[in-house]
Protein backbone atom coordinates (compact mmCIF):
# COMPACT_ATOMS: atom_id res chain seq x y z
CA UNK A 1 0.00 0.00 0.00
CA UNK A 2 1.34 3.55 -0.84
CA UNK A 3 -0.25 6.76 0.13
CA UNK A 4 -0.60 9.62 -1.64
CA UNK A 5 -0.23 12.85 -0.58
CA UNK A 6 -4.13 13.74 0.17
CA UNK A 7 -4.24 10.36 1.73
CA UNK A 8 -1.50 10.75 4.23
CA UNK A 9 -3.45 14.42 4.78
CA UNK A 10 -6.74 12.54 5.25
CA UNK A 11 -4.95 10.10 7.91
CA UNK A 12 -3.34 13.44 9.57
CA UNK A 13 -7.10 15.25 9.50
CA UNK A 14 -9.00 12.28 11.01
CA UNK A 15 -6.54 11.55 13.97
CA UNK A 16 -5.72 15.17 14.77
CA UNK A 17 -9.32 15.46 15.09
CA UNK A 18 -9.21 12.74 17.51
CA UNK A 19 -6.72 14.26 19.31
CA UNK A 20 -8.78 17.78 19.34
CA UNK A 21 -12.12 15.88 20.86
CA UNK A 22 -10.57 14.23 23.24
CA UNK A 23 -8.12 17.08 24.91
CA UNK A 24 -11.73 18.74 25.41
CA UNK A 25 -13.79 15.93 27.76
CA UNK A 26 -14.03 17.74 30.88
CA UNK A 27 -13.71 21.67 30.87
CA UNK A 28 -15.48 24.10 34.06
CA UNK A 29 -17.97 26.63 32.37
CA UNK A 30 -15.05 29.73 34.13
CA UNK A 31 -13.26 28.45 30.82
CA UNK A 32 -15.29 28.46 28.31
CA UNK A 33 -14.74 32.09 26.84
CA UNK A 34 -11.05 31.88 26.99
CA UNK A 35 -10.87 28.75 25.50
CA UNK A 36 -12.81 29.26 22.97
CA UNK A 37 -11.49 32.44 22.41
CA UNK A 38 -7.68 30.66 22.44
CA UNK A 39 -8.58 27.84 19.94
CA UNK A 40 -9.91 30.78 18.14
CA UNK A 41 -6.75 31.93 17.67
CA UNK A 42 -4.91 28.36 17.06
CA UNK A 43 -7.10 28.90 13.74
CA UNK A 44 -5.44 31.69 13.11
CA UNK A 45 -2.45 29.23 11.77
CA UNK A 46 -3.73 29.87 8.44
CA UNK A 47 -1.25 32.64 8.67
CA UNK A 48 1.36 30.25 7.40
CA UNK A 49 -0.22 29.72 4.23
CA UNK A 50 -1.31 33.63 3.89
CA UNK A 51 2.49 34.01 3.92
CA UNK A 52 2.97 31.76 0.99
CA UNK A 53 0.26 33.63 -0.59
CA UNK A 54 1.94 37.11 -1.06
CA UNK A 55 5.97 36.99 -1.87
CA UNK A 56 6.11 38.93 -5.28
CA UNK A 57 6.50 42.90 -5.75
CA UNK A 58 4.38 43.93 -7.93
CA UNK A 59 0.88 44.41 -6.77
CA UNK A 60 -0.87 41.27 -9.03
CA UNK A 61 -4.44 40.47 -7.31
CA UNK A 62 -3.02 37.08 -5.85
CA UNK A 63 -0.49 39.04 -3.75
CA UNK A 64 -3.30 41.30 -2.63
CA UNK A 65 -5.55 38.72 -1.66
CA UNK A 66 -2.61 36.98 0.12
CA UNK A 67 -1.49 40.12 1.87
CA UNK A 68 -5.08 40.51 2.82
CA UNK A 69 -5.29 37.09 4.14
CA UNK A 70 -2.05 38.29 6.25
CA UNK A 71 -3.44 41.38 7.67
CA UNK A 72 -6.83 39.19 8.80
CA UNK A 73 -5.24 36.12 10.28
CA UNK A 74 -2.11 38.63 12.34
CA UNK A 75 -5.51 40.48 13.79
CA UNK A 76 -6.76 36.80 14.78
CA UNK A 77 -4.08 35.18 15.85
CA UNK A 78 -2.49 38.45 17.73
CA UNK A 79 -5.74 39.80 18.69
CA UNK A 80 -7.08 36.22 19.71
CA UNK A 81 -4.04 35.20 21.81
CA UNK A 82 -3.61 38.67 23.61
CA UNK A 83 -7.36 38.48 24.46
CA UNK A 84 -7.36 34.99 26.11
CA UNK A 85 -4.15 36.15 28.19
CA UNK A 86 -6.06 39.54 29.47
CA UNK A 87 -9.03 37.10 30.74
CA UNK A 88 -7.06 34.57 32.29
CA UNK A 89 -4.70 36.74 34.07
CA UNK A 90 -8.19 38.03 35.57
CA UNK A 91 -8.26 34.09 36.77
CA UNK A 92 -4.94 34.44 37.86
CA UNK A 93 -4.29 37.62 40.01
CA UNK A 94 -6.58 36.46 42.83
CA UNK A 95 -5.28 33.51 43.29
CA UNK A 96 -2.22 35.34 44.91
CA UNK A 97 -4.18 37.20 46.91
CA UNK B 1 22.98 25.53 5.69
CA UNK B 2 21.68 25.18 2.39
CA UNK B 3 18.04 26.27 1.63
CA UNK B 4 17.01 22.59 0.36
CA UNK B 5 17.83 21.59 4.00
CA UNK B 6 16.08 24.07 5.41
CA UNK B 7 13.26 23.37 3.39
CA UNK B 8 13.44 19.36 3.86
CA UNK B 9 14.49 18.83 7.36
CA UNK B 10 14.62 22.12 9.82
CA UNK B 11 11.26 23.56 8.65
CA UNK B 12 8.86 20.19 8.96
CA UNK B 13 11.02 20.05 12.28
CA UNK B 14 9.75 23.43 13.53
CA UNK B 15 6.40 22.56 12.58
CA UNK B 16 6.50 19.79 14.40
CA UNK B 17 7.56 21.59 17.43
CA UNK B 18 4.66 24.02 16.56
CA UNK B 19 2.21 21.35 16.37
CA UNK B 20 3.39 19.95 20.17
CA UNK B 21 2.90 23.16 21.75
CA UNK B 22 -0.46 23.71 20.19
CA UNK B 23 -1.90 20.50 21.68
CA UNK B 24 -0.24 21.20 24.95
CA UNK B 25 -1.23 24.34 24.91
CA UNK B 26 -4.74 23.51 24.18
CA UNK B 27 -4.81 20.79 26.92
CA UNK B 28 -3.61 23.51 29.37
CA UNK B 29 -6.10 25.59 28.37
CA UNK B 30 -8.57 23.28 29.84
CA UNK B 31 -7.78 23.23 33.29
CA UNK B 32 -7.75 26.49 35.49
CA UNK B 33 -4.71 26.52 37.04
CA UNK B 34 -2.84 25.98 33.61
CA UNK B 35 -4.36 27.98 31.01
CA UNK B 36 -2.44 31.17 31.22
CA UNK B 37 0.42 28.78 30.64
CA UNK B 38 -1.56 27.09 28.03
CA UNK B 39 -2.22 30.19 26.11
CA UNK B 40 1.04 31.15 26.35
CA UNK B 41 2.46 27.87 24.93
CA UNK B 42 0.48 28.10 22.02
CA UNK B 43 1.43 31.31 21.22
CA UNK B 44 4.71 29.61 21.10
CA UNK B 45 4.17 27.43 18.98
CA UNK B 46 2.21 30.29 16.45
CA UNK B 47 5.22 32.26 16.41
CA UNK B 48 7.33 29.34 15.68
CA UNK B 49 5.09 28.38 12.78
CA UNK B 50 5.22 32.08 11.68
CA UNK B 51 8.95 31.25 11.77
CA UNK B 52 9.14 28.34 9.98
CA UNK B 53 7.06 29.55 7.05
CA UNK B 54 9.63 32.40 6.30
CA UNK B 55 12.24 30.24 6.31
CA UNK B 56 10.68 27.57 4.07
CA UNK B 57 9.84 30.85 1.46
CA UNK B 58 13.66 31.82 1.39
CA UNK B 59 14.65 34.50 -0.60
CA UNK B 60 11.27 36.03 -1.55
CA UNK B 61 9.95 39.91 -1.73
CA UNK B 62 9.23 40.14 1.83
CA UNK B 63 7.23 43.68 1.62
CA UNK B 64 4.18 42.38 1.08
CA UNK B 65 4.51 39.84 4.01
CA UNK B 66 6.05 42.55 6.65
CA UNK B 67 3.42 45.25 5.99
CA UNK B 68 0.16 42.77 5.86
CA UNK B 69 1.82 41.57 9.88
CA UNK B 70 2.65 44.86 10.76
CA UNK B 71 -0.79 46.29 9.91
CA UNK B 72 -2.71 43.49 11.29
CA UNK B 73 -0.63 43.33 14.50
CA UNK B 74 -1.41 46.97 15.09
CA UNK B 75 -5.38 46.32 14.47
CA UNK B 76 -4.99 43.00 16.64
CA UNK B 77 -3.58 44.49 19.26
CA UNK B 78 -5.14 47.72 19.51
CA UNK B 79 -8.92 45.24 19.68
CA UNK B 80 -7.64 43.02 22.33
CA UNK B 81 -6.06 45.95 24.42
CA UNK B 82 -8.94 48.04 24.42
CA UNK B 83 -12.13 45.77 24.58
CA UNK B 84 -13.92 45.86 27.90
CA UNK B 85 -13.97 42.65 29.27
CA UNK B 86 -18.12 42.84 29.19
CA UNK B 87 -17.53 42.76 25.10
CA UNK B 88 -15.83 39.97 25.16
CA UNK B 89 -18.37 37.53 23.31
CA UNK B 90 -18.13 40.13 20.19
CA UNK B 91 -14.44 40.15 20.06
CA UNK B 92 -13.93 36.17 20.10
CA UNK B 93 -16.91 36.51 17.39
CA UNK B 94 -15.07 39.36 15.50
CA UNK B 95 -11.23 37.31 15.73
CA UNK B 96 -13.21 34.29 14.50
CA UNK B 97 -14.67 36.16 11.42
CA UNK B 98 -11.19 37.33 10.54
CA UNK B 99 -9.70 33.49 10.84
CA UNK B 100 -12.11 32.43 8.49
CA UNK B 101 -11.90 35.09 5.94
CA UNK B 102 -8.26 34.71 5.87
CA UNK B 103 -8.93 31.05 4.57
CA UNK B 104 -10.53 31.32 2.02
CA UNK B 105 -8.75 34.57 0.70
CA UNK B 106 -5.50 31.89 0.79
CA UNK B 107 -7.41 29.51 -1.14
CA UNK B 108 -8.38 31.72 -3.86
CA UNK B 109 -5.16 33.89 -3.45
CA UNK B 110 -3.38 30.44 -4.60
CA UNK B 111 -6.30 29.97 -7.14
CA UNK B 112 -5.81 33.07 -8.65
CA UNK B 113 -2.17 32.73 -8.97
CA UNK B 114 -1.86 29.32 -10.41
CA UNK B 115 -4.85 29.23 -12.71
CA UNK B 116 -6.05 33.00 -13.42
CA UNK B 117 -2.52 34.57 -13.32
CA UNK B 118 -0.34 31.54 -14.73
CA UNK B 119 -2.96 30.83 -17.18
CA UNK B 120 -2.14 27.15 -17.59
CA UNK B 121 -4.21 24.54 -20.52
CA UNK B 122 -6.88 22.43 -19.10
CA UNK B 123 -9.33 22.58 -16.64
CA UNK B 124 -8.98 24.13 -13.02
CA UNK B 125 -8.29 20.26 -12.02
CA UNK B 126 -5.99 19.72 -14.07
CA UNK B 127 -3.48 22.89 -13.50
CA UNK B 128 -3.16 22.90 -9.98
CA UNK B 129 -5.04 18.98 -9.11
CA UNK B 130 -7.81 17.53 -8.31
CA UNK B 131 -7.49 17.74 -4.70
CA UNK B 132 -5.90 21.09 -4.33
CA UNK B 133 -8.62 22.27 -6.26
CA UNK B 134 -11.68 21.11 -4.06
CA UNK B 135 -10.28 22.06 -1.18
CA UNK B 136 -9.85 25.18 -2.16
CA UNK B 137 -13.45 25.45 -3.53
CA UNK B 138 -14.10 23.78 0.41
CA UNK B 139 -12.09 26.82 1.97
CA UNK B 140 -13.74 29.42 0.22
CA UNK B 141 -17.14 27.89 1.04
CA UNK B 142 -16.56 27.06 4.75
CA UNK B 143 -14.36 30.60 5.48
CA UNK B 144 -17.20 32.38 3.71
CA UNK B 145 -19.62 31.06 6.13
CA UNK B 146 -17.62 31.95 9.09
CA UNK B 147 -17.11 35.28 7.85
CA UNK B 148 -20.38 36.69 7.39
CA UNK B 149 -21.78 34.38 10.29
CA UNK B 150 -19.39 35.51 12.82
CA UNK B 151 -20.48 39.48 11.68
CA UNK B 152 -23.64 38.75 12.19
CA UNK B 153 -23.67 37.01 15.68
CA UNK B 154 -21.43 39.99 16.59
CA UNK B 155 -24.52 42.26 15.43
CA UNK B 156 -26.87 40.29 16.98
CA UNK B 157 -24.00 40.33 20.38
CA UNK B 158 -24.17 44.10 19.98
CA UNK B 159 -28.11 44.12 20.08
CA UNK B 160 -27.36 46.44 17.11
CA UNK B 161 -29.14 43.80 14.66
CA UNK B 162 -32.73 43.86 15.45
CA UNK B 163 -32.42 44.12 19.36
CA UNK B 164 -30.80 40.09 18.51
CA UNK B 165 -34.27 39.04 17.86
CA UNK B 166 -34.15 36.45 15.16
CA UNK B 167 -35.09 37.16 11.78
CA UNK B 168 -36.75 34.65 9.95
CA UNK B 169 -37.57 34.89 6.41
CA UNK B 170 -40.53 33.39 4.77
CA UNK B 171 -39.69 29.53 3.57
CA UNK B 172 -36.14 30.42 5.16
CA UNK B 173 -35.29 26.69 5.07
CA UNK B 174 -35.82 26.19 1.53
CA UNK B 175 -34.09 29.41 0.67
CA UNK B 176 -31.20 28.24 2.59
CA UNK B 177 -30.74 24.96 1.48
CA UNK B 178 -31.20 25.72 -1.79
CA UNK B 179 -28.22 28.35 -1.82
CA UNK B 180 -25.94 26.00 -0.08
CA UNK B 181 -26.82 23.40 -2.91
CA UNK B 182 -26.16 25.90 -5.72
CA UNK B 183 -22.76 26.71 -3.96
CA UNK B 184 -21.65 23.18 -3.92
CA UNK B 185 -23.33 23.07 -7.51
CA UNK B 186 -20.72 26.31 -8.58
CA UNK B 187 -17.67 24.54 -6.56
CA UNK B 188 -18.14 21.67 -8.41
CA UNK B 189 -18.99 23.57 -11.70
CA UNK B 190 -15.30 25.68 -10.70
CA UNK B 191 -13.17 22.37 -10.29
CA UNK B 192 -14.20 21.52 -13.59
CA UNK B 193 -14.57 24.36 -15.42
CA UNK B 194 -11.71 25.31 -18.05
CA UNK B 195 -8.92 27.45 -15.80
CA UNK B 196 -10.21 30.76 -18.10
CA UNK B 197 -14.09 29.85 -17.57
CA UNK B 198 -13.80 29.47 -13.81
CA UNK B 199 -13.13 32.10 -12.40
CA UNK B 200 -17.10 33.48 -11.82
CA UNK B 201 -18.03 30.33 -11.49
CA UNK B 202 -15.44 30.74 -7.97
CA UNK B 203 -16.93 34.40 -7.58
CA UNK B 204 -20.60 32.68 -7.44
CA UNK B 205 -19.37 30.30 -5.24
CA UNK B 206 -17.76 32.97 -2.62
CA UNK B 207 -21.00 35.34 -2.48
CA UNK B 208 -22.77 32.47 -2.15
CA UNK B 209 -20.93 31.53 1.29
CA UNK B 210 -20.76 34.96 2.41
CA UNK B 211 -24.93 34.78 1.78
CA UNK B 212 -24.98 31.64 3.65
CA UNK B 213 -23.47 32.80 6.53
CA UNK B 214 -25.95 36.00 6.66
CA UNK B 215 -28.46 33.71 6.20
CA UNK B 216 -27.66 30.41 8.91
CA UNK B 217 -27.16 33.19 11.69
CA UNK B 218 -29.58 35.62 11.24
CA UNK B 219 -32.94 33.50 12.58
CA UNK B 220 -30.81 32.41 16.06
CA UNK B 221 -31.85 34.94 18.68
CA UNK B 222 -29.17 36.66 20.83
CA UNK B 223 -29.44 34.05 23.49
CA UNK B 224 -27.72 31.73 21.53
CA UNK B 225 -25.26 33.46 19.97
CA UNK B 226 -22.16 31.78 22.05
CA UNK B 227 -23.25 28.77 20.70
CA UNK B 228 -23.00 30.15 17.22
CA UNK B 229 -19.87 31.52 17.68
CA UNK B 230 -18.79 28.28 19.39
CA UNK B 231 -19.85 26.18 15.89
CA UNK B 232 -18.20 29.31 13.78
CA UNK B 233 -15.08 28.93 15.76
CA UNK B 234 -14.92 24.99 14.74
CA UNK B 235 -15.59 26.00 11.18
CA UNK B 236 -13.10 28.40 11.23
CA UNK B 237 -10.81 25.74 12.09
CA UNK B 238 -12.04 23.52 9.41
CA UNK B 239 -11.48 26.48 6.60
CA UNK B 240 -7.69 26.48 8.20
CA UNK B 241 -7.73 22.69 7.75
CA UNK B 242 -8.44 22.62 4.05
CA UNK B 243 -6.45 25.69 3.36
CA UNK B 244 -3.92 23.24 4.53
CA UNK B 245 -4.65 20.83 1.54
CA UNK B 246 -4.34 23.35 -0.70
CA UNK B 247 -1.15 24.22 -0.08
CA UNK B 248 -0.01 20.61 1.04
CA UNK B 249 0.99 22.04 5.06
CA UNK B 250 0.37 19.24 7.42
CA UNK B 251 0.33 21.97 10.23
CA UNK B 252 -2.26 23.83 8.51
CA UNK B 253 -4.52 20.49 8.79
CA UNK B 254 -3.34 19.27 12.54
CA UNK B 255 -3.83 22.65 13.79
CA UNK B 256 -7.12 23.35 11.76
CA UNK B 257 -8.40 19.84 12.76
CA UNK B 258 -8.26 20.05 16.15
CA UNK B 259 -9.93 23.50 16.59
CA UNK B 260 -12.42 22.11 14.73
CA UNK B 261 -13.13 19.20 16.92
CA UNK B 262 -12.35 20.79 19.76
CA UNK B 263 -14.83 23.65 19.28
CA UNK B 264 -17.38 21.02 18.06
CA UNK B 265 -17.02 19.17 21.65
CA UNK B 266 -17.63 23.10 23.45
CA UNK B 267 -20.91 23.63 21.36
CA UNK B 268 -22.16 20.40 22.55
CA UNK B 269 -21.11 21.07 25.97
CA UNK B 270 -22.53 24.31 25.95
CA UNK B 271 -25.82 22.85 24.59
CA UNK B 272 -26.07 20.45 27.19
CA UNK B 273 -25.93 23.10 30.00
CA UNK B 274 -28.94 24.99 28.48
CA UNK B 275 -30.65 21.79 27.89
CA UNK B 276 -30.77 22.11 24.14
CA UNK B 277 -30.01 20.08 21.26
CA UNK B 278 -27.59 21.69 18.41
CA UNK B 279 -30.39 21.29 16.07
CA UNK B 280 -32.59 23.21 18.20
CA UNK B 281 -30.45 26.10 18.21
CA UNK B 282 -29.62 26.02 15.04
CA UNK B 283 -32.98 25.46 13.46
CA UNK B 284 -33.28 28.85 15.37
CA UNK B 285 -36.49 31.14 16.18
CA UNK B 286 -35.96 30.59 19.57
CA UNK B 287 -37.83 33.33 21.81
CA UNK B 288 -39.84 34.75 19.00
CA UNK B 289 -42.55 36.66 20.87
CA UNK B 290 -45.15 34.71 18.79
CA UNK B 291 -48.13 35.41 21.25
CA UNK B 292 -48.98 31.95 20.87
CA UNK B 293 -47.81 30.52 24.32
CA UNK B 294 -51.20 29.36 25.66
CA UNK B 295 -52.98 30.54 28.58
CA UNK B 296 -50.27 32.58 29.93
CA UNK B 297 -50.19 36.02 29.98
CA UNK B 298 -47.66 38.35 29.30
CA UNK B 299 -48.98 40.80 31.62
CA UNK B 300 -47.66 41.32 35.02
CA UNK B 301 -50.34 41.91 37.77
CA UNK B 302 -49.23 41.92 41.11
CA UNK B 303 -45.42 42.59 41.18
CA UNK B 304 -44.01 44.79 44.45
CA UNK B 305 -40.89 47.01 43.91
CA UNK B 306 -38.74 48.82 47.02
CA UNK B 307 -36.06 51.35 46.86
CA UNK B 308 -32.38 50.67 48.09
CA UNK B 309 -32.81 51.65 51.84
CA UNK B 310 -35.82 48.99 52.23
CA UNK B 311 -33.39 46.33 50.37
CA UNK B 312 -30.99 47.57 52.64
CA UNK B 313 -32.91 46.84 56.01
CA UNK B 314 -33.57 43.57 54.91
CA UNK B 315 -29.87 43.00 54.37
CA UNK B 316 -29.06 44.41 57.96
CA UNK B 317 -30.60 41.14 59.72
CA UNK B 318 -29.56 38.94 56.62
CA UNK B 319 -27.39 35.82 57.78
CA UNK B 320 -26.22 34.78 54.19
CA UNK B 321 -26.64 35.99 50.68
CA UNK B 322 -26.45 34.82 47.13
CA UNK B 323 -25.93 37.23 44.31
CA UNK B 324 -27.01 35.96 40.89
CA UNK B 325 -25.48 38.18 38.01
CA UNK B 326 -26.95 38.29 34.51
CA UNK B 327 -26.14 40.10 31.49
CA UNK B 328 -27.95 43.46 32.99
CA UNK B 329 -24.51 43.81 35.37
CA UNK B 330 -22.05 43.24 32.29
CA UNK B 331 -24.22 45.86 30.37
CA UNK B 332 -24.44 48.41 33.41
CA UNK B 333 -20.47 47.67 34.19
CA UNK B 334 -21.26 46.92 37.84
CA UNK B 335 -18.66 44.02 38.22
CA UNK B 336 -16.71 46.62 40.72
CA UNK B 337 -19.83 48.07 42.48
CA UNK B 338 -21.19 44.61 42.89
CA UNK B 339 -17.58 43.23 44.71
CA UNK B 340 -18.02 46.47 46.91
CA UNK B 341 -21.38 46.19 48.53
CA UNK B 342 -20.49 41.88 48.90
CA UNK B 343 -17.17 43.11 50.73
CA UNK B 344 -19.24 45.34 53.02
CA UNK B 345 -21.75 43.06 53.77
CA UNK B 346 -18.90 40.29 54.61
CA UNK B 347 -17.49 42.95 57.16
CA UNK B 348 -20.86 42.90 58.44
CA UNK B 349 -20.87 39.13 59.23
CA UNK B 350 -23.01 38.06 56.38
CA UNK B 351 -21.87 35.09 54.05
CA UNK B 352 -21.94 35.92 50.89
CA UNK B 353 -21.81 33.66 47.77
CA UNK B 354 -21.85 33.89 43.78
CA UNK B 355 -24.73 32.02 41.96
CA UNK B 356 -23.63 31.76 38.80
CA UNK B 357 -25.36 29.49 36.15
CA UNK B 358 -23.79 27.92 33.11
CA UNK B 359 -24.64 30.81 30.67
CA UNK B 360 -24.85 33.59 32.44
CA UNK B 361 -24.14 36.57 30.48
CA UNK B 362 -23.57 36.53 27.22
CA UNK B 363 -21.35 33.75 26.95
CA UNK B 364 -20.84 30.50 28.99
CA UNK B 365 -17.76 31.57 31.54
CA UNK B 366 -18.59 35.35 31.00
CA UNK B 367 -19.33 36.32 34.17
CA UNK B 368 -16.49 34.87 35.93
CA UNK B 369 -14.47 36.94 33.83
CA UNK B 370 -16.28 39.86 34.63
CA UNK B 371 -16.31 38.95 38.43
CA UNK B 372 -12.52 38.14 38.26
CA UNK B 373 -12.02 41.40 36.55
CA UNK B 374 -13.43 42.68 39.91
CA UNK B 375 -11.38 40.74 42.19
CA UNK B 376 -14.15 38.52 43.27
CA UNK B 377 -12.09 35.01 44.96
CA UNK B 378 -12.52 32.57 42.89
CA UNK B 379 -14.23 30.20 45.57
CA UNK B 380 -16.75 32.44 45.99
CA UNK B 381 -18.47 31.99 42.68
CA UNK B 382 -20.40 28.94 42.77
CA UNK B 383 -21.81 26.52 40.00
CA UNK B 384 -25.28 26.36 39.84
CA UNK B 385 -25.44 22.68 41.16
CA UNK B 386 -23.69 23.39 44.00
CA UNK B 387 -25.65 25.87 45.11
CA UNK B 388 -28.83 24.85 43.82
CA UNK B 389 -29.50 23.19 46.98
CA UNK B 390 -28.46 26.39 49.61
CA UNK B 391 -31.70 28.70 48.49
CA UNK B 392 -34.00 26.83 51.02
CA UNK B 393 -31.67 28.02 53.72
CA UNK B 394 -30.75 31.37 52.41
CA UNK B 395 -32.13 35.15 53.96
CA UNK B 396 -31.41 37.23 50.39
CA UNK B 397 -31.34 36.73 46.65
CA UNK B 398 -30.01 39.78 44.86
CA UNK B 399 -30.63 39.07 41.35
CA UNK B 400 -28.92 41.74 39.25
CA UNK B 401 -29.84 42.01 35.61
CA UNK B 402 -30.90 38.11 35.61
CA UNK B 403 -34.12 36.73 33.80
CA UNK B 404 -34.49 33.85 32.26
CA UNK B 405 -32.37 31.93 34.32
CA UNK B 406 -33.98 32.14 37.39
CA UNK B 407 -37.47 31.90 35.98
CA UNK B 408 -39.27 28.77 37.91
CA UNK B 409 -41.78 28.17 34.50
CA UNK B 410 -38.59 26.21 33.08
CA UNK B 411 -39.45 23.56 35.60
CA UNK B 412 -43.24 24.41 35.63
CA UNK B 413 -44.99 24.14 32.24
CA UNK B 414 -43.61 21.75 29.68
CA UNK B 415 -45.24 24.14 27.02
CA UNK B 416 -42.70 26.96 28.02
CA UNK B 417 -40.16 28.05 25.79
CA UNK B 418 -37.35 27.50 28.13
CA UNK B 419 -38.81 24.32 29.43
CA UNK B 420 -36.74 21.74 30.76
CA UNK B 421 -33.69 24.24 31.16
CA UNK B 422 -31.55 24.33 34.51
CA UNK B 423 -32.38 27.17 36.33
CA UNK B 424 -30.89 28.61 39.46
CA UNK B 425 -33.81 28.44 42.20
CA UNK B 426 -33.59 31.44 43.64
CA UNK B 427 -37.51 31.88 44.47
CA UNK B 428 -36.80 29.77 47.62
CA UNK B 429 -34.84 32.19 49.06
CA UNK B 430 -36.85 33.85 51.90
CA UNK B 431 -36.02 37.46 50.13
CA UNK B 432 -35.75 38.18 46.42
CA UNK B 433 -34.60 41.01 45.25
CA UNK B 434 -34.37 41.71 41.28
CA UNK B 435 -32.61 44.90 40.16
CA UNK B 436 -33.71 45.51 36.63
CA UNK B 437 -34.12 48.27 34.57
CA UNK B 438 -37.70 47.28 33.72
CA UNK B 439 -40.01 44.43 33.72
CA UNK B 440 -38.75 44.09 29.65
CA UNK B 441 -38.87 40.31 28.95
CA UNK B 442 -35.29 38.65 28.42
CA UNK B 443 -33.74 36.50 25.70
CA UNK B 444 -36.59 33.88 25.93
CA UNK B 445 -39.56 36.48 25.29
CA UNK B 446 -41.68 35.67 27.85
CA UNK B 447 -42.69 36.71 31.51
CA UNK B 448 -40.88 35.84 34.55
CA UNK B 449 -43.33 35.07 37.41
CA UNK B 450 -40.34 35.36 39.99
CA UNK B 451 -41.30 38.42 39.30
CA UNK B 452 -44.89 38.23 40.48
CA UNK B 453 -43.65 35.96 44.32
CA UNK B 454 -44.74 37.36 47.27
CA UNK B 455 -41.19 36.81 48.59
CA UNK B 456 -39.54 38.94 45.23
CA UNK B 457 -38.92 42.58 45.65
CA UNK B 458 -38.14 44.37 42.22
CA UNK B 459 -35.46 47.40 42.36
CA UNK B 460 -36.05 49.12 38.90
CA UNK B 461 -33.18 50.99 37.94
CA UNK B 462 -29.50 50.36 35.86
CA UNK B 463 -27.74 47.61 38.26
CA UNK B 464 -24.64 50.10 38.65
CA UNK B 465 -26.96 53.11 40.40
CA UNK B 466 -28.99 51.07 42.62
CA UNK B 467 -26.14 49.08 43.93
CA UNK B 468 -24.18 52.48 44.68
CA UNK B 469 -27.56 53.02 46.08
CA UNK B 470 -27.42 49.99 48.15
CA UNK B 471 -23.73 50.57 49.67
CA UNK B 472 -24.58 53.84 50.69
CA UNK B 473 -27.49 52.58 52.19
CA UNK B 474 -25.65 49.75 54.32
CA UNK B 475 -22.91 52.12 55.18
CA UNK B 476 -25.27 54.18 57.13
CA UNK B 477 -26.92 51.13 58.82
Known amino acids: MTLGPLLIGIYVFVLASFVGFEMITKVPPTLHTPLMSGANAISGITIVGAVAAATTAPPTIANILGALAIVTATINVVGGFLVTDRMLRMFGKKKKK | MSHEVIQSTVVPIIYLVSTVLFIFGIKRLSKVKTARQGN ?81 AGTVAEVIGTDEAITVMLSILIGGITFTGSIVALMKLQGSLKNGQPILLPARHFITFGLLFASIVFGVIAVVAAGSDSVQWVLLLAGGALILGILLTIPIGGADMPVVVSLLNSY ?242
Open chain 2, 40 to 120: TLAAVGMLLAIVGALLELGTVDYRWIAGGMILGTIIGAAFAIRVQMTSMPEMVALFNGFGGIASALVATSVYWKLVVQQGG
Open chain 2, 236 to 477: SGVAASMAGFVIGNPLLIIGGAMVGAAGLILTQIMCVAMNRSLLNVLVGGFGVTDGAGGGGSDEYTSVTSCGPEEAAMVLEDAESVIIIPGYGLAVAQAQHAVRELADLLKARGTKVTYGIHPVAGRMPGHMNVLLAEADVPYEELLEMDVINPEFKSTDVVIILGANDVVNPIASKDPTSPIAGMPILNAHEARSVFVVKRSLSPGYAGIKNELFEYDNTMMIFGDAKKVLQGLIGEVKDL
